[in-house]
């Protein structure tokens, strides 16, 4: 995966007390963006927020998800020991230096285009005795994809701690993101003739607190083993371009007060439906194949 570095001194996009904006956002390179993702598939940028803000959203993730786990479907599983959660944006602290910070703009519009949407908001959550996942995609492949070999949406993940090897890193086989055959079960999940290729390309991703990334979420990847006694929390953030139709999964919330506070650049990047008050999200994007350990 290609790391980028901030080129100032401060952490753009944190939040006032943490970290200090620079006076000039720094500027990203768009080749280089849609070189990654459209060849490994997934690019990060290192130090993108200060530990503090991350520490912060790890707060909001453990209350969230002892929540989601109190209620009747609350938390979506994804294997063994493996969770999946969607939340609302004003649930978690700094959603707007999230969205907001100057890298995860720079990629949406380089991949997606300038009229790009935030369509998704959760966490995943390994804990200690995760399986290893089969490898899979985390929906089949759109036409614009396998027959315009265009990417159109995206997936942002940041971790909430330091990631070991005994933790269950994230495992991505570079470059198969474009992988289509008739073979993949739902579209979804290939075969296992086909693992060896995906272990062959695969590599562990073991970011640290403040780290972020962009991948295409149909590049074949795979939650692996939690062998430690910690869990290991992860944020996501989904975008799609005009033409995808992931936020038919989701189920962006803000309640009224909420939307009055976010800045208009802000609100035109997100697709959403305002409430009176929040309500519990029917999470919808279940991937059954996930609930069973690989074998």
């Known amino acids: 995966m290609r790391y980028e570095t901030q080129d100032t001194d401060t952490t753009p996009g944190a939040p006032e007390g943490l970290a200090s904006a620079p006076e000039v956002a720094p500027k990203y390179d768009t080749a280089a963006i849609m070189g990654g993702l459209y060849g490994d598939g997934i690019i990060g940028l290192k130090g993108a927020f ?15 998800f002892q929540e989601a786990r109190a209620r009747p ?21 700094g959603f707007v230096e999230l969205v907001s910070h100057p890298w995860v703009v720079a990629v949406c519009e380089a991949v997606l285009g300038p009229e790009y949407k935030i369509v ?5 959550v390994p804990g200690p005795g995760a399986m290893n996942q089969p490898w899979h995609r985390d929906f089949p492949s759109p036409e614009e994809t396998r ?14 701690v330091d990631v070991t090897e005994d933790m269950g890193p994230f495992e991505i086989a570079v470059g198969t993101q474009w992988d289509h055959s008739p073979s993949f079960d739902k579209g979804m999940f290939p075969p296992k003739s086909l693992y060896p290729r995906y272990v062959e390309r695969a590599q562990r ?41 992931n936020a038919e999964r989701h189920d962006l919330q803000l309640s009224r007060r909420f939307h009055d506070t976010l800045p208009p650049e802000v609100l035109r990047h997100l697709t959403y ?23």
Do not use: C
Request: no cysteine; proline share 4%; aromatic share 4%.
């Open 50 to 64: 200060s530990r503090e803000w991350v520490q912060q959203v790890g707060e909001d993730i453990h209350t969230l």
């Open 73 to 93: 479907n609350g938390a979506l599983g994804r294997g063994p020991n493996r969770y999946y959660v969607e939340i609302q944006p004003e649930r978690l602290r």
């Open 120 to 124: 998704e908001l959760g966490f995943d």
């Open 147 to 160: 027959v315009g070999r265009r990417l159109n949406s995206l997936a942002f993940n940041l971790t909430t």
């Open 205 to 245: 991703k073991m970011p640290k607190m403040g780290d972020i990334s962009a991948r295409s979420a149909l590049t074949i990847h795979r939650g692996t083993a939690n062998q430690s006694d910690k869990s290991r929390p992860v944020l996501v953030l989904g975008a799609d371009a005009p033409d995808a139709r």
């Open 273 to 295: 439906r305002v409430v009176d008050s929040l309500e519990d999200i029917v999470q919808a994007h279940t991937i059954e194949g996930l609930v069973k350990a690989d074998a």
